[in-house]
């Protein structure tokens, strides 16, 4: 088979993972069986996936946690790849899938296993059996390192990371979402802040900034141009949110109202959704409300006084505020103001909710077991106090371990509060204790084969209708009727689209395979007999 036929057969092997992510339910998961010692004068190279936004300080934790593994595994060599984000994560890991080529270690999220699960029956290990282990397991008598024990580990955490009762991966950091104030601006607009935030309140301040309207003034240079009354500027977007699929699964959970099942049901499609949509849509009008996909990162507004509420994670602290350390604008386009960091907005200010999230840490299947348990204990060293602490000082993560949350070192982190505008940056600590204060407060969505599409769709609903208003369209009944459908059909939720061919016995999901199938046959075949019609040429 020459270069360009394999390159088809690869093609052909990764596409049959497309039509798999759109089902909902779980394969049968296999334990990894132990081995009872690894060959310490075998060689191992392991690779290791993670993602590093831009952050040479989390670039070099990953690399002292590095080199000082293969300091007590001589054996073992390590190589890092870092990514800008988790989804060319997620992709290369599918691509990868089909021709055996995945990381040995990986920095992802349990929505991204499910759909690796996919790829077939061991491809990512699961972990239950490892923990339990009295040698290699959490706290084991082999291993070389002091690392936290079962009992050590957050319980709350630890849940995020099971499909289908299964423990598929190990937490490795955690944040959540943060409502981060320019409370000078709010004073300034007649408002106290309240000490928890509701929706209501964050609409009614923005639409009163929206309400002041524009004014004429005439610039150093002697020209006329319109600013906002409210922060004397020509851009003006008081409340702005990064992850608007959190937007909308948070919005829904405090409601009580439905999303997914936990078997993959889709309920997201549902009154109480258009009624949060309909809340959402004239503030978008108004431009009081936009997105980071429309309107670019909330930090670079709020910095620059154009913005009052920006909801972005605990994760992003360190580029919130006056005296940000990665503050990204120019300096003569930063405003001094008073930054509270806050929970996202609430319904029910007695039952604060918020999602939680973070990223875990997977171990994908080899053929030599013992790579698998030197993988596995590779995974267990990121969670040592020295990588949990480090890390997550760099941003306003939490340790997933008590051993590090309770130890004399990160307790002594968090007393330094406002000591500099680096480590002990005001805003990220006041974001990491905010975290830390609702642990108990906060959810995971569930975790299936499809949930990553179905989060996805969230956020899309909302991107949707904040267009939709921008542009002047009407949003009624009939657009939301359309919205539903259009969404189901591009995320492939089928479950409420529904599907002519499902409906006569054939699942929608196998339409798709077919479909797959037949049209890369018959480019495969088109190939082969126009590579046979110019080797019959050349031979005349």
């Not at 270069?3 to 089902?23: F, K, Q, T």
């Not at 079962?150 to 319980?155: D, N, T």
């Not at 939490?398 to 002594?412: F, I, M, N």
């Not at 949930?451 to 956020?459: D, E, M, P, Q, V």
Request: with cysteine.
């Amino acid at each position: 088979m020459n270069l360009r036929l394999r390159i088809l057969a690869l093609l052909l092997a990764a596409a049959l993972l497309i039509p798999l992510a759109a089902c909902h339910g779980a394969r049968e998961i296999t334990a990894f069986s132990v081995p009872d010692s690894f060959d310490a004068e075998k060689q191992y190279e392991l690779t290791f996936w993670a993602k590093n936004d831009t952050n040479l300080t989390q670039t070099r934790i990953y690399e002292k946690a590095i080199t000082d593994f293969e300091a007590l595994y001589p054996n073992v060599k390590v190589h890092l790849k870092l990514y800008t984000d988790y989804g060319r994560i997620y992709n290369d890991v599918i691509t990868n899938i089909a021709t055996n080529t995945t990381p040995n270690v990986c920095i992802t999220y349990p929505d991204h296993i499910a759909t690796y699960m996919t790829g077939g029956n061991n491809t990512v290990v699961p972990l239950d059996g490892l923990m339990a282990d009295a040698k290699y397991g959490l706290g084991g008598s082999e291993l070389r390192f002091d690392g936290p024990t079962a009992s050590e580990m957050i319980p709350k955490f630890m849940e995020e990371c099971q499909i289908d009762g299964v423990t598929m991966a190990l937490p490795f950091m955690r944040s959540t979402e943060a409502c981060y104030v320019n409370k000078t601006m709010v004073e300034a607009l007649g408002f106290t802040l309240p000490e928890v935030l509701t929706w209501d309140f964050v609409f009614e301040v923005s639409a009163a900034a929206m309400a002041l309207g524009k004014t004429t003034v005439t610039d150093s240079k002697g020209k006329e141009k319109e600013v906002y009354v409210a922060n004397g500027q020509s851009t003006l977007i008081p409340f702005i949110y990064k992850s608007t699929d959190n937007m909308m699964i948070q919005m829904l959970r405090q409601k009580a109202a439905g999303y997914s099942t936990d078997d993959g049901e889709i309920l997201i499609f549902n009154d109480t959704t258009k009624e949060l949509l309909q809340m959402i849509a004239p503030h978008a009008g108004s431009g009081a409300f936009s997105t980071f996909k429309i309107s670019s990162y909330p930090a670079n507004f709020l910095n620059a006084g154009q913005c009052i509420f920006a909801v972005d994670s605990t994760a992003g602290a360190t580029w919130m505020g006056s005296d940000a350390p990665l503050c990204d604008i120019a300096e003569d386009k930063l405003v001094r103001f008073e930054t509270k960091v806050m929970p996202i907005p609430q319904f029910d200010v007695e039952n604060p909710t918020m999602i939680s999230q973070g990223p875990s840490v997977c171990v994908f299947n080899k053929e030599d077991p013992g790579e698998v348990l030197l993988s596995w204990l590779f995974t267990q060293f990121l969670l040592t106090n020295e990588v949990q602490i480090a890390y997550a000082s760099t941003e306003g993560y939490v340790p997933v371990t008590s051993k590090a949350q309770d130890s004399a070192e990160y307790r002594d982190y968090l007393s330094r509060e406002g000591e500099d505008n680096d480590l002990y940056y005001s805003v990220k600590l006041q974001a990491t204790k905010l975290m830390l204060a609702n642990t108990e407060n906060s959810f995971v969505t569930p975790v299936f084969n499809g949930s990553t599409s179905l989060r996805n769709a969230a956020g899309y609903l909302v991107e949707s209708v904040t267009k939709s208003m921008r542009r002047k369209e009407t949003v009624d009944d009939a657009y939301f009727e359309k919205l539903y459908r259009d969404v189901a059909a591009l995320y492939r939720l089928e479950d409420y689209a529904g599907n002519t061919a499902e409906e006569e016995g054939l699942p929608a999901v196998s339409i798709g395979l077919l479909a797959t199938l037949g049209t890369l046959w018959v480019i495969m075949g088109t190939y082969v007999t126009v590579s046979y019609v110019k080797k019959r040429k050349n031979l005349r």
